[in-house]
């Protein structure tokens, strides 16, 4: 078993997959109307027939005082992975993206945290030594 599909709910999905593709960089994968929405999924570059990122419409009334919740705590929807921390942050930060946390280490890890525009605060995490299997 294997995880297909992960899922960040967006306020606006046209505003997502213009920021999770322009900024952070992910391809387009599927865009499907779905009713009123889209099935509209982003993939990393560097593993583009790996999990796909739906960028998933936060309509649902429980939704929003979810996210409101978690921003207000500094919590992250979500995690992605870095090779290089620093550079990953300049680049971001080149483009205009607000960090609510600029990169430090946490343990094993550095990290950082953004604000992805859609409501949601996405974590940065550069390992810093191998984690045992």
């Avoid at 929405?37 to 419409?57: A, C, D």
């Avoid at 550095?110 to 525009?117: H, I, P």
């Amino acid at each position: 078993m294997r995880i297909y599909v992960t899922s960040v709910l967006v306020d606006d999905q046209a505003k997502a997959l213009k920021f999770y593709t322009d900024k952070l960089g992910f391809i387009l994968k599927h865009d499907i109307p779905v009713g009123e929405h889209r099935w509209l999924t982003v993939v990393s570059k560097e593993q583009p027939e790996g999990t796909e990122l739906l960028l998933e419409p936060g309509a649902h009334p429980a939704v929003q005082p979810f996210k409101d919740a978690l921003v207000k705590d500094g919590i992250p929807a979500t995690s992605f992975q870095v090779q290089d921390l620093n550079a990953e942050f300049a680049r971001l930060r080149e483009l205009g993206v607000v960090f609510t946390l600029e990169p430090m280490d946490a343990g094993s890890v550095r990290m950082a945290v953004l604000d992805d525009t859609c409501g949601n605060l996405i974590q940065l995490v550069e390992m810093k030594q191998e984690l045992p299997a």
